[in-house]
């Protein structure tokens, strides 16, 4: 896993250089570094909803947190292109880190406000550009927590200011795998990504980020078996 991630860090740094550009390093991370690094995982990935997804539609993507695995799994599972939203103590993390910054992720020092401040504003410009963000919005994981933590309230208000679809997805059985309090006693076994409908954003304000919070979170709450 660390040779094929290293090796992967190395063709996604020459793809920037040689194109000027994040694209094609965020198409490598989806398309060849974490379908064969589940491979090497013995991880089987099966999908649920995908006819909620719009290929020309674009999304602020929310997952539920559960384990290291949860990176992996929707960069290889979901069939559109997206940047990821992530807190820095992420990029840290050696080899999955790495790829994350060769791959143009946006790292939130959620300590700083106005450093918070600015990445969420680059978010929002690669939505106005026409990407697909994905964010956490339960900010981190950790062993043996309840079904769902409280959401954070940061992808709501980008969700409202760019007025995109939140696409809910639920994440289940990466914890076999990849254990929450676990670096590196992994399993292998099955895991799943479960779509669930658009949930709109038009015509919601600033002031019902409250509103638009708790309906994400009861849709994906349902979503989680």
């Known amino acids: 896993m660390a040779l094929w991630t290293i090796i992967s860090v190395i063709i996604a740094f020459t793809l920037i250089i040689i194109n000027f550009r994040t694209s094609p390093a965020i198409w490598f991370a989806h398309k060849i570094w974490a379908p064969f690094l589940m491979f090497i995982l013995g991880a089987k990935l099966s999908i649920e ?23 992996p799994m929707l960069t290889a599972g ?12 992420m ?6 880190g790495w790829i ?8 939130i020092d959620r300590e700083n406000k106005n450093k918070a401040i600015r990445s969420m504003r680059k ?10 963000v994905m964010i956490f919005p339960e900010g981190t994981f950790y062993a043996n927590k309840e079904k769902l933590i409280p959401f954070k309230k940061g992808a709501f208000h980008l969700a409202i ?9 639920a994440i289940v059985g990466a914890t076999n795998i990849w254990p929450a309090d676990s670096h590196l006693q992994l399993k292998r076994g099955n895991c799943k990504l479960i779509v669930g409908k658009p949930i709109n954003t038009k015509g919601y304000t600033l002031n019902e980020v409250n509103d638009l919070l708790d309906i994400t979170y009861k849709e994906m709450y349902k979503l989680i078996p």
């Open 100 to 107: 994350m910054t060769a791959s143009g992720i946006i790292f």
């Open 161 to 169: 200011h760019a007025q995109v679809p939140i696409l809910p997805v």
């Open 123 to 132: 978010a929002g410009n690669k939505i106005k550009g026409g990407k697909n």
């Open 91 to 96: 990029q840290k993390i050696p080899f999955l």
């Open 49 to 71: 909803g995908l006819e909620n997804i719009n290929p020309k539609e674009k999304y602020i993507i929310l997952a539920n947190h559960t384990s290291f695995l949860d990176i």
């Open 78 to 89: 979901l069939p559109i292109l997206f940047y990821y939203v992530a807190k820095k103590e």
